[in-house]
């Protein structure tokens, strides 16, 4: 029995202790419980409070130990489960915090425990039976604003975007300037995929709540998205200036100038963001790739260094340094870092594409078949954005991987952001149907090399053309050629994507033809703003560019026939004859000797001119068994990269042929290179992908070319080549046969001769040649689906 005095003293101390505790002052609170007990021990009320002190002062064991203590002396008190569960919760152990707030409910059903077991049911990853919980205070409160946030937070986290929706109208019928409110009503509506009324709603919810900056980074992304670039660049500055110390925000506005193409301006903001932390890896790499797509290599080597010695399991930095390394030419090095990028990231689809494309340019196959199943399984399921360009030429290629990944590759380009085209000029000259050739390779390049001719064709009386060019002026008499063979030369390198998209949409054109495709460093995706009424797919890309904007593409019945329309969004347009132009008259030096090329001259030489990647393992196989079969032939390659050449004598070692049975040669001005050509008596074409300009290269010096034909526009070029040349003999259907057509030449030296001289007279007689007469071709097609309006 405490003595009166005691109880009385105990009491105050008590009392003392809460006003304390109520006010802040944990440590005076503390002294007061502490003697009150020593007068008074195991005063439960008492006991708990100390206890709950003790645990938000970061005494957790001893703490809690007392709650429970105060707990076990009067088991029903509901305010100490309740006192006990929120302690439990704010140290995230949320499933004792739920039973702790069950406990509490069974003894005291009160809204706010409701509430309570419902949030800590949410937070232990029991969403059902939160929602349930919820839904029964709403039941009960239905205007209880935070239970219908909840409620539509976790349907939105379920993917149950229709129900989220109504619980964020009846969360704004409550509190219509609710900014949580509005955010919902934009995420349920972004899930349903109305980007417009999502939109919207960011806006109410930035209206409601100015100083979250959060909120701003949202509604910039959403802008940018939307093609509003100021706008959403300006919101994106906005949470820049509300949370200047927050590297997220920085982060997320250099992530913004980047996607427009502002380099300069991504730099200066993911600087900012590296300020504040300077060894996060993701700040470097991404502040490294913006150095490197402005060409100051050095600054982006050392960043990608620095995010690698913070993060060497960094999987983004190896990629990115990877690909910096591809466009120095450091094949090898750059071979090194993929590989090491896809080691830590194996299902990675896009690391894979370009590490298997790169051991295909070097010819260092191992592993190939494996990459190249990473790369079709993220094609199939649609994971990244895989350069179509790879696909056509990959192992295991097809048709239809080719279709899926150029689909998926157009599907992201339309997230580009809109621009509107130009006003129109007001007003054409006359009725000529008017034409633009789009193209970065208006100089010494195989596009130009294989049209120029054409172009100079061209009926003026009829056409007028325009040659849209976004490359580099080389300086090339080639670039001089085209210049002068169209009757406007629009320069359009270096200029923001909207202003030239602008400058095309002025001219008013009847047809634009798209000479570059998914190649690299193209722009087809200008094309999306509709910039004439037929859009036409033709000669740079050798498939399908599965982009809704593009109506045509021009084939001819060999290469693409009217049966393989489903692999083409396009609509083929066949050309007589061919579907490639060519030029017969070319500048020529004077041919040298097979001594000035380190050709033996009793050889029998085969040679193959295409780059390296296209040299895959079967067709190279191909190739050595043509060796074994004929032991006084050669083959001649072009010396691509040192690297493959390494690479293929050493496979070919492997395979016991003598290494020195290859001869490589260096690359060489085209008139140098025509007249080499002859050198060879046969040319040995590539496969999935077939070689383009070095067939046409071949045959236009006299050298016959073999051929595999496949199912794929890429792997049909040839054929179609040597069809209407009136060579079709050497189209081979299987590999097998491909081997035993150039074994029978090869043993047949009377037929190679007749071949040969077969070849020769393509250049003077062949319509393959006739650079006029493909013009006559060509405009008979272009009118039928391009008169003009007025016309």
């Known amino acids: 029995m405490i003595a009166p005095a005691k109880a009385a003293e105990a009491g105050r101390l008590f009392a003392a202790g809460l006003e304390h505790q109520r006010q802040g002052r944990l440590a005076e609170a503390r002294v007061c419980y502490e003697q009150g007990l020593r007068l008074s021990p195991g005063q439960p009320d008492a006991t708990f409070l100390l206890g709950q002190l003790l645990h938000e002062s970061g005494e957790l064991q001893r703490g809690e130990a007392l709650m429970r203590q105060a707990i076990a002396a009067n088991p029903k008190a509901a305010n100490y489960w ?128 100015p100083g979250d900056a959060d909120l701003r980074l949202r509604l910039g992304r959403a802008l940018l998205a939307a093609g509003m670039g100021d706008a959403g660049i300006e919101q994106l500055e906005e949470a820049s200036r509300l949370a200047p110390q927050v590297a997220a925000t920085h982060f997320q506005r250099g992530t913004a100038y980047a996607a427009l193409g502002r380099a300069e301006a991504a730099c200066a903001a993911y600087e900012a963001a590296r300020r504040l932390d300077p060894e996060a890896p993701a700040i470097l790499t991404n502040l490294a790739n913006q150095y490197a797509a402005l060409k100051r290599n050095d600054a982006a080597y050392e960043l990608y260094a620095q995010a690698l010695r913070v993060a060497p399991d960094f999987a983004a930095a190896h990629f990115n340094l990877g690909m910096l390394l591809v466009d120095a030419g450091r094949r090898l090095d750059a071979e090194a870092a993929l590989g090491r990028a896809c080691a830590l990231a194996p299902d990675n689809g896009l690391m894979a594409a ?95 090399y294989l049209m120029a001719e054409m172009l100079e064709a061209h009926d003026r009386s009829r056409f007028e053309v325009f040659g849209l060019s976004y490359g580099v002026d080389d300086g090339s008499p080639m670039r001089a050629r085209i210049v002068a063979s169209v009757e406007h030369f629009v320069d359009l390198a270096g200029l923001p ?176 290179h025509l007249a080499r050509l002859p050198l060879a008596d046969l040319a040995l074409d590539t496969f999935p992908c077939n070689g383009h300009t070095t067939t046409s290269d071949a045959l236009w010096a006299g050298v016959p070319v073999v051929t595999l034909q496949g199912e794929a526009f890429a792997a049909r070029v040839a054929s179609s080549l040597l069809t209407a040349a009136g060579l079709d003999e050497l189209v081979a259907r299987s590999e097998a046969d491909y081997v035993a057509t150039v074994v029978r030449l090869c043993r047949d030296r009377e037929g190679l001769r007749r071949l040969r001289k077969q070849a020769e007279a393509l250049r003077s007689e062949s319509d393959l040649f006739d650079g006029q007469a493909f013009a006559r071709k060509l405009e008979a097609l272009l009118a039928e689906i391009g008169r003009p309006a007025d016309g």
Request: glycine letters at 6%; a negative charge; charged letters at 20%.
């Open 82 to 209: 309740r006192g006990l569960a929120i302690q439990l919760f704010n140290r995230a152990c949320y499933d004792e915090a739920c039973a702790a707030f069950e406990r509490a409910l069974a003894l005291g059903d009160a809204p706010e425990i409701r509430a309570e077991l419902a949030a800590a049911l949410a937070a232990a990853g029991r969403p059902a039976e939160a929602l349930a919980a919820w839904r029964d205070v709403v039941r009960r409160q239905p205007e209880h604003d935070a239970a219908w946030l909840a409620i539509g937070r976790l349907h939105l986290a379920a993917g149950q975007a229709a129900d989220a929706l109504a619980a964020a109208e009846t969360l704004l019928r409550l509190l219509p300037d609710s900014a949580d409110g509005w955010r919902l009503h934009a995420e349920a509506n972004e899930q349903l995929g109305r980007a417009d009324v999502a939109l919207n709603g960011l806006v109410q919810a930035a209206t409601c709540a």
């Open 354 to 448: 370009h590490l298997l494309f790169q051991r295909m340019h070097l010819c260092r196959w191992q592993g190939l078949d494996a990459l190249a199943q990473v790369v079709a399984r993220t094609i199939e399921d649609d994971r990244d954005d895989i350069p179509p360009f790879i696909a056509l030429s990959m192992p295991g290629t097809s048709p239809d991987l080719q279709r899926r990944c150029a689909e998926n590759h157009s599907r992201r380009l339309m997230a580009a952001p809109a621009m509107p085209a130009a006003p129109a000029t007001g007003g054409r000259r006359d009725g000529r149907l008017r034409l633009g050739y789009l193209s970065s390779d208006f100089k010494s390049h195989a596009t130009a």
């Open 497 to 672: 994507a909207a202003d030239a998209v602008g400058r095309i949409a002025a001219l008013e054109l009847d047809v634009l033809v798209d000479l570059k495709g998914y190649t690299e460093g193209n722009h087809s995706e200008w094309l999306q703003y509709r910039l004439a009424p037929a859009q036409i797919n033709w000669l740079g890309y050798p498939g399908t560019l599965a982009a809704p904007w593009v109506d045509y593409l021009i084939a001819d019945a060999v290469v693409a026939p009217l049966s393989s329309q489903p692999q083409f969004s396009e609509r083929l347009l066949h050309l007589p004859g061919c579907y490639q132009p060519n030029c017969r008259e070319r500048a020529c030096c004077a041919p040298p000797s097979r001594a000035d090329e380190g050709l033996p001259d009793e050889a029998l030489v085969l040679c193959s001119f295409n780059q390296t990647y296209k040299i895959t393992p079967a067709i190279f196989a191909c190739w050595l068994e043509v060796l074994r079969q004929v032991p006084q032939a050669v083959l001649w390659l072009w010396a691509s990269n040192p690297w493959a050449e390494e690479e293929l004598r050493a496979h070919a070692a492997a395979a016991g042929i003598a290494p020195a049975r290859l001869i490589f040669a260096e690359g060489k001005p085209q008139a140098a």
